[in-house]
Each structure stands twice: as structure tokens, then as C-alpha cells.
């Protein structure tokens, strides 16, 4: 629907098109994310990564890894990357001096509350056709299909399956 409160015949035929949906939404989002995200070691996997070392409480690399559903060796590069930035660092795990932690930096947390900020305006943008009260209720549902995958592909990297979904335009089955 336009805002004039017609409809295109285009926006009629994808109407009942999920994947054509949700393509749509992604491209918009990765299209303006570049701009906010283009900076950070690794752009929109490091701002995930950074979100989950600064919001959560993974007991080492691996479970950090296992977590974000990113094979554990592209990890290390990831996480050499933000280290090298001063966003996170590797310290011994109290609980598990075999263990390294990855900890936010003053500096990483800072960079975050920045970049949160910055994406939410752009997430807010690209959903712009949905009121305040539809957005959140899209986000909750969105995060509760999301987190869904994860138990119904297990092995499935998340981040694989977005950057293919980019460079294609559609995900293999099982990726």
C-alpha cells in the first residue's frame, strides 16, 4: 500500500510473497547498514559480535562462538580484529584459566552504545510503513522465528546463510 492508501499492482502480487518480503527488508537494511557499520572490523558480523560480548556473559571463545553460530576459526580472525581495534579483549577466565573470555573494552562498549543507536535509527527507517507499536511487535516475532532456526538447523551459520542470501538473492536449502 502507498502512502496515498492505494496500492501498486506490484505491491499486490508480493503481498502473500514472504521470502520476497523479507528479501526486500534485508536488502534495505544491509544497503543502509553499510554506511553506520562500514568502519568496524568485520561491519555487521563484528557489530553482532560486539553486541553479544558487551550484552552477554559467554564463558569463553568457543561458547561465544557456538553462540553466534560462527565456525570457531573465523571467529578467532573476527575476534583478533576487534582486539587489534581496542573493542574487546581476550582475558583468562576466572572460572576456567584454560579458557579465554572475551571482555568489552570501555572503548567497545562506548563504540556500541553508539552504533546501537545509529542502527536502531536505521532499522526505524527501513520499517517506517509500520507504526511504533507494529515495529516492536515485528522485532519480538522476527527474534522468536529467528532464534526458531537455530533449533531447526543447528549446524547452520546464520551469518552464512545472510551473506548468501545478499549475493544470490535466495539461500540454499540446508546452508
Not at 502507498?2 to 514472504?18: I, L, V
Not at 527507517?125 to 538447523?153: N, T
Amino acid at each position: 500500500m502507498s502512502t496515498n492508501g492505494t496500492s501498486s499492482p506490484a505491491a499486490e502480487h508480493a503481498e502473500g510473497d514472504f521470502a520476497w518480503s523479507l528479501g526486500v527488508l534485508l536488502r534495505a537494511l544491509h544497503d543502509s547498514l553499510e554506511s553506520v557499520l562500514g568502519d568496524l572490523p568485520h561491519g555487521p558480523r563484528g557489530y553482532q559480535t560486539l553486541s553479544t560480548v558487551v550484552h552477554g556473559n559467554q564463558p569463553s571463545q568457543l561458547a561465544l562462538a557456538a553462540h553466534l553460530g560462527i565456525d570457531r576459526t573465523v571467529l578467532t580472525y573476527l575476534i583478533d580484529d576487534l582486539v587489534e581495534a581496542g573493542l574487546v579483549e581476550r582475558r583468562l577466565n576466572p572460572a576456567d584459566r584454560r579458557q579465554r573470555k572475551i571482555v568489552p573494552t570501555d572503548k567497545g562498549t562506548a563504540t556500541l552504545r553508539d552504533l546501537e543507536q545509529r542502527v536502531r535509527a536505521i532499522e526505524d527507517r527501513v520499517l517506517e510503513a509500520l507504526d511504533a507499536d507494529d515495529r516492536e511487535v515485528f522485532r519480538k516475532l522476527l527474534r522468536r522465528a529467528a532464534c526458531g532456526v537455530r533449533d531447526i538447523a543447528p549446524d547452520t551459520d546464520p551469518c552464512v546463510v545472510v551473506e548468501e542470501v545478499l549475493s544470490t538473492g535466495s539461500a540454499s536449502p540446508g546452508a
